[in-house]
């Protein structure tokens, strides 16, 4: 059964670092990984997709890498902006089966100005 | 990508009564998927919903008590029957376009608060 842990729960940090959020599951015969973001309240909002033959994808100051036989995916925000506070999810979708997405239980991120 | 809709965006229910929640797609897709998202904790899969048959519930999720329908390719209904306060959640809408790169994308939910 897939698992998908995500360290830290919770991150806090001033405006204008950069920081890294991590991602790892269990069970390395995914077919694609994705990277959420959801705002309180809200929907989630897709990040960045990286399909199981690739290494990373970036879109503007976020960049995600996956290394499928380790199991870890890393999502990168560079110059952290209080605008990127949310809670980060990770999910990951199998090659077998219903293809479900099984999610991570998400980092909280909070941005100081 | 996908554009989705769901109505209500939020609702106050009493005990005992049923609320259906309308999922709308702006584009024909191929996996339609319903998630609950209780207060604190991350989302967690009902059912999958299926064009024209029944819908195929996860472990611990029952058809008597949520039903959902997906009569095409871009609509779906799920139904919170009987209601108790532990039903209070976010519900979402998740859909996967045709495509090979299977990016899921997610309504903006409801919520659903019962008293």
């Known amino acids: 059964k897939q698992e998908v842990t995500q360290i830290p729960a919770a991150l806090s940090v001033p405006e204008g670092e950069n920081l890294v959020l991590n991602c790892s599951f269990t069970?390395?015969?995914?077919?694609?990984l994705q990277w959420f973001r959801q705002d309180p309240g809200k929907g989630l909002t897709s990040l960045l997709l990286?399909?199981?033959?690739?290494r990373e994808q970036t879109s503007g100051r976020l960049n995600a890498s996956l290394d499928k036989s380790s199991g870890r995916s890393t999502l990168y925000i560079a110059a952290s902006q209080p605008g990127d506070s949310a809670t980060y999810l990770c999910a990951v979708r199998a090659i077998q089966g219903a293809q479900k997405l099984v999610f991570g239980q998400g980092t909280r991120l909070t941005i100081n100005p | 990508s996908a554009v989705i809709s769901q109505k209500p965006s939020r609702d106050i229910c009493q005990r005992g009564t049923s609320l259906t929640i309308q999922c709308q797609v702006d584009?024909?897709?191929?996996?339609m998927f319903w998630y609950r998202q209780q207060p604190g904790q991350s989302l967690t899969l009902i059912a999958t919903a299926n064009q024209g048959s029944e819908a195929t519930y996860e472990s611990g999720f029952v058809i008597d008590k949520f039903p959902i329908s997906r009569p095409n390719l871009t609509f779906s209904t799920l139904t919170v029957s009987n209601m108790s306060p532990e039903d209070s959640s976010i519900y979402l809408c998740s859909v996967v376009p045709w495509g090979a790169t299977y990016e899921q994308y997610f309504g903006p939910g409801t919520r659903l608060t019962v008293t």
């Open positions: 990286i399909q199981s033959s690739q």
């Open positions: 584009s024909q897709v191929t996996m």
């Open positions: 069970d390395s015969a995914i077919y694609n």
